[in-house]
């Protein structure tokens, strides 16, 4: 069953054309990767999703539902949950504080929110930083904060958006060990934005690649990496036409 | 059975605060059997006021981040509410303060509204207006008594509990305690509350707050609401207390200010806050003008004052006289 469709998406910003028709389909328990290179209207198509933006023209069905004019908190509340890609918290909420913040859209009661948070903290490997503020924390910390608030709100997907940037390689392999949790033990469905190919190839079954606001390619991971169309869109058009010169 | 220990939970202070707010505490309980004037009666009993009008705009203001500079509409609303229903249907306090509250929490839904369509300064300044217009409204309403106000006759009998009218002013003190702290122990549990976590992450980054399920624009809503409900309760007490009352004195945009200003100095966002600031500024204001008398007001002495006071909040600790004890504890720890 897919658990988001997505229509001929279109998203104009004045005279910029971020998304160009996109349509795909996301199914239950899936974790798909979504890349392409800087400006290719990776975040836009995630801001579409999640109710930041209402796109020009097309659809956006979430678990049968036409959500395509719905607003972010609305689309929260029906499980859809996502990160920022440059986002740290500065205000006077400490890391368990932020996380309670995501675990209070299920209920009202300040213990259970608390509970709930503390027992994500402790998966997420944060016990100990409850009282921390998140801006004093490193990187790869502030990401799991990010994704522990994200993940207290209940998703039944959740949009991931660089989760992995600025982190050093035994921090990605760290990441990814999170990422499987959440989509192994928790069954929740993901979708990656991210420039580190690494977690994508490892963690993915199958990509989407963006360019210029067009989806140009979709497929396995090993495979999308070797056709033409991706490495021109990342590396351009003379590095094709020199080494796969006839490949074409 | 949450709330209520929700309400009475301070454990996420260090015990000296305890300490401390307990000493204060009791020494507001017996203030009235020390040996004190009655200018200093007087100036207690508006530190309380304003402590519960700093308290209230703290909701917004402080934990939400939303700067309303309009808050005096809402006392003259409370005020006006209290006063007339005295006056015209002779009704008691008791019953005419959730009235004069309503009436206010009622007025804040249709001005917060569109109001919180704006944001930043352009929201500050639109608090402002309304709260100008509403106050222009009054002065030239003659049902209310127009610009010349309202007095409120004195009942034969006195202590009269039901209308609060009393000879000595200890009576007065007691009853705002009381607000004092229902209203201490209601913000404490606010701003543990689901509301209190929304409107701080609103205040932090309002887009990641929304993404996270939170409907921003009804968050503030109510806050406001709650904001006013604590200005409008301690209106209808001041119409009581003065007996006499006109836009000018409880419509002001000094009156606005103020209720701001003192919760910005003694911190905004944080529980004791505005009754720091309110101690700070309220004794200062009374005896400024006592020692300089009229000519304080001429020379302006008290708002050249108010504006060094956000001049240094802006450049140095935004988060008032708490964020700076706040910023020593922090330094000392580490």
Same mark, same amino acid.
């Given at each position: 069953m897919?658990?988001?469709?997505?229509?001929?998406?279109?998203?104009?910003?004045g005279?910029?054309?971020?998304?160009?028709?996109?349509?795909?389909?996301?199914?239950?328990?899936?974790?798909?990767?979504?890349i392409?290179?800087?400006?290719?209207?990776?975040?836009?198509?995630?801001?579409?999703m999640?109710?930041?933006?209402?796109p020009?023209?097309?659809?956006?069905?979430?678990?049968?539902?036409?959500?395509?004019?719905?607003?972010?908190?609305?689309?929260?509340?029906?499980?859809?949950?996502?990160?920022?890609?440059?986002?740290?918290?500065?205000?006077?909420?400490?890391?368990?504080?932020?996380?309670?913040?995501g675990?209070?859209? #299920?209920?009202?009661?300040?213990?259970?929110?608390?509970?709930?948070?503390?027992?994500?903290?402790?998966?997420?490997?944060?016990?100990?930083?409850? #009282?921390?503020?998140?801006?004093n924390?490193?990187?790869?910390?502030?990401?799991?904060?990010?994704?522990?608030?994200?993940?207290?709100?209940?998703?039944?997907?959740?949009?991931?958006?660089?989760?992995a940037?600025?982190?050093?390689?035994?921090?990605?392999?760290?990441?990814?060990?999170?990422?499987?949790?959440?989509?192994?033990?928790l069954?929740?469905?993901?979708?990656?934005?991210?420039?580190?190919?690494?977690?994508?190839?490892?963690?993915?079954?199958?990509?989407?690649?963006?360019?210029?606001?067009?989806l140009i390619?979709?497929?396995?991971?090993?495979?999308?990496?070797?056709?033409?169309?991706?490495?021109?869109?990342?590396?351009?058009?003379?590095?094709?036409?020199?080494?796969?010169?006839?490949?074409? | 059975?949450?709330?209520?220990?929700?309400?009475?939970?301070?454990?996420?202070?260090?015990?000296?605060?305890?300490?401390?707010?307990?000493?204060?505490?009791?020494?507001?309980l017996?203030?009235? !059997?020390?040996?004190?004037?009655?200018?200093?009666?007087?100036?207690?009993?508006q530190?309380?006021?304003?402590s519960v009008?700093?308290?209230?705009?703290?909701?917004?203001?402080?934990?939400?981040?939303? *700067?309303?500079l309009?808050?005096?509409?809402?006392?003259?609303? =409370?005020?006006? !509410?209290?006063?007339?229903?005295?006056i015209?249907?002779?009704?008691p306090?008791?019953?005419?303060?959730?009235? =004069?509250?309503?009436?206010?929490?009622?007025?804040?839904? +249709?001005?917060?509204?569109?109001?919180f369509?704006?944001?930043?300064?352009?929201?500050? +300044?639109?608090?402002?207006?309304?709260?100008?217009?509403?106050?222009?409204?009054?002065e030239?309403?003659?049902? $209310?008594?127009?610009?010349? %106000?309202?007095?409120?006759?004195l009942?034969?009998?006195?202590?009269?509990?039901?209308?609060?009218?009393?000879?000595?002013?200890?009576?007065?003190?007691?009853?705002?305690?009381?607000?004092?702290?229902? %209203?201490?122990?209601?913000?404490?549990?606010?701003?543990?509350?689901?509301?209190?976590?929304?409107?701080?992450?609103? /205040?932090?980054?309002?887009? *990641?707050?929304?993404?996270?399920?939170i409907?921003?624009?009804?968050? /503030?809503?109510?806050?406001?609401? *709650?904001?006013?409900?604590?200005?409008a309760?301690? %209106?209808?007490?001041h119409a009581?207390?003065?007996?006499?009352?006109?836009?000018?004195?409880?419509?002001?945009?000094?009156?606005?200010?103020?209720?701001?200003?003192?919760?910005?100095?003694?911190?905004?966002?944080?529980?004791?806050?505005?009754?720091?600031?309110?101690?700070?500024?309220?004794?200062?204001?009374?005896?400024? %003008?006592?020692?300089?008398?009229a000519?304080?007001?001429?020379?302006?002495?008290?708002? $050249?004052?108010?504006?060094?006071?956000?001049?240094?909040?802006?450049?140095f600790?935004?988060?008032?006289?708490?964020?700076l004890?706040?910023?020593?504890?922090?330094?000392?720890?580490?």
């Amino acid at each position: 069953m897919a658990l988001l469709k997505v229509k001929s998406l279109d998203m104009t910003f004045g005279g910029l054309h971020a998304n160009r028709d996109i349509s795909f389909e996301v199914a239950d328990g899936e974790l798909l990767g979504l890349i392409g290179p800087n400006g290719a209207g990776k975040s836009t198509l995630f801001n579409c999703m999640a109710g930041l933006h209402a796109p020009t023209s097309g659809e956006i069905y979430f678990r049968d539902r036409n959500v395509t004019c719905l607003k972010p908190y609305q689309m929260a509340r029906l499980g859809l949950a996502r990160t920022f890609q440059v986002y740290v918290a500065t205000g006077d909420l400490n890391v368990l504080e932020n996380v309670m913040v995501g675990s209070f859209l #299920r209920t009202r009661s300040r213990v259970k929110a608390k509970a709930k948070a503390e027992g994500l903290l402790e998966k997420m490997g944060l016990a100990g930083l409850e #009282r921390a503020r998140v801006a004093n924390l490193p990187v790869a910390a502030q990401k799991r904060v990010v994704m522990a608030t994200a993940l207290a709100t209940d998703p039944v997907l959740l949009l991931l958006d660089e989760v992995a940037a600025g982190l050093n390689p035994s921090e990605i392999e760290q990441m990814m060990e999170v990422i499987r949790w959440v989509h192994g033990d928790l069954r929740i469905t993901v979708i990656l934005i991210e420039h580190v190919m690494e977690l994508v190839m490892n963690l993915s079954r199958r990509v989407l690649v963006l360019d210029s606001g067009r989806l140009i390619a979709e497929g396995e991971p090993k495979q999308i990496v070797r056709r033409p169309e991706v490495i021109k869109a990342y590396l351009g058009e003379r590095y094709v036409s020199e080494h796969f010169v006839g490949a074409s | 059975m949450e709330v209520l220990k929700t309400a009475f939970d301070f454990s996420d202070f260090p015990r000296i605060d305890i300490w401390v707010a307990s000493a204060v505490a009791v020494a507001l309980l017996v203030f009235p !059997t020390l040996p004190h004037s009655s200018f200093a009666m007087a100036t207690m009993i508006q530190f309380l006021m304003f402590s519960v009008y700093g308290m209230g705009w703290n909701t917004i203001g402080g934990y939400g981040g939303q *700067v309303d500079l309009g808050k005096a509409q809402y006392v003259g609303i =409370g005020a006006y !509410t209290t006063a007339v229903m005295m006056i015209r249907w002779d009704v008691p306090f008791w019953f005419s303060l959730p009235i =004069g509250m309503g009436l206010a929490v009622g007025w804040s839904f +249709i001005i917060g509204y569109p109001l919180f369509r704006l944001r930043g300064h352009y929201f500050a +300044i639109a608090t402002i207006a309304t709260s100008l217009v509403l106050k222009d409204v009054f002065e030239s309403w003659s049902f $209310i008594g127009g610009a010349r %106000g309202l007095k409120i006759p004195l009942k034969g009998e006195m202590p009269n509990f039901l209308y609060v009218q009393f000879r000595e002013d200890y009576y007065y003190y007691y009853i705002m305690l009381g607000f004092f702290f229902i %209203g201490l122990f209601y913000i404490n549990w606010f701003r543990h509350s689901r509301m209190g976590f929304q409107l701080r992450s609103i /205040k932090d980054n309002e887009e *990641v707050a929304r993404s996270l399920g939170i409907d921003s624009h009804w968050a /503030k809503i109510k806050a406001y609401a *709650v904001a006013t409900a604590f200005v409008a309760a301690v %209106g209808s007490f001041h119409a009581c207390y003065n007996f006499n009352i006109e836009p000018e004195d409880v419509m002001s945009l000094d009156l606005s200010v103020l209720i701001a200003l003192m919760a910005m100095l003694g911190g905004a966002g944080s529980l004791f806050g505005p009754i720091i600031g309110a101690a700070i500024l309220v004794p200062m204001k009374n005896y400024l %003008g006592a020692w300089f008398g009229a000519r304080a007001g001429l020379a302006g002495l008290d708002l $050249i004052i108010y504006a060094t006071i956000i001049m240094l909040i802006a450049a140095f600790e935004p988060r008032g006289i708490w964020g700076l004890i706040t910023r020593l504890r922090e330094r000392r720890s580490n």
